[in-house]
Nanobody
Framework: QVQLVESGGGLVQPGGSLRLSCAPS????????MGWYRQAPGKQRELVAR???????NYADSVKGRFTISRDNAKNTVYLHMNSLKPEDTAVYYC????????????????WGQGTQVTVSS
């Protein structure tokens, strides 16, 4: 019932910055958590950053200090602010969300976005 709408990917130079955004569209009750994963060619998918409804955050070691995940509760939108980008950050970035299905249905349903390409190159 839900789709995750991602935006903000593109081509940036090393050392540059980029902001990704993701918002669910469709029918759901509330958000438990949202985050970003990425997968580079020849590598496994990895968690980049995640934020819970309570504001707790988690980051991959490779992006700590450079990336910041945040949310706008009014818009049900999460952002990934990426600073000091490196070529090794090049990957397809996927938004993920854990959503509560309904008021009387506390089931957690996981959704994935279609992915947005981030390329860091000079």
């Amino acid at each position: 019932q839900v789709q995750l709408v991602e935006s903000g990917g593109g081509l940036v130079q090393p050392g540059g910055s980029l902001r990704l955004s993701c918002a669910p569209s469709g029918s759901f009750f509330s958000i438990y958590a949202m985050g970003w994963y990425r997968q580079a060619p020849g590598k496994q998918r990895e968690l980049v950053a995640r934020i819970t409804s309570g504001g707790s955050t988690n980051y991959a070691d490779s992006v700590k200090g450079r990336f910041t995940i945040s949310r706008d509760n009014a818009k049900n939108t999460v952002y990934l602010h990426m600073n000091s980008l490196k070529p090794e950050d090049t990957a397809v970035y996927y938004c993920a969300a854990d959503l509560r299905a309904g008021w009387r249905n506390p089931e957690t349903i996981n959704y994935w976005g279609q992915g947005t390409q981030v390329t860091v190159s000079s």
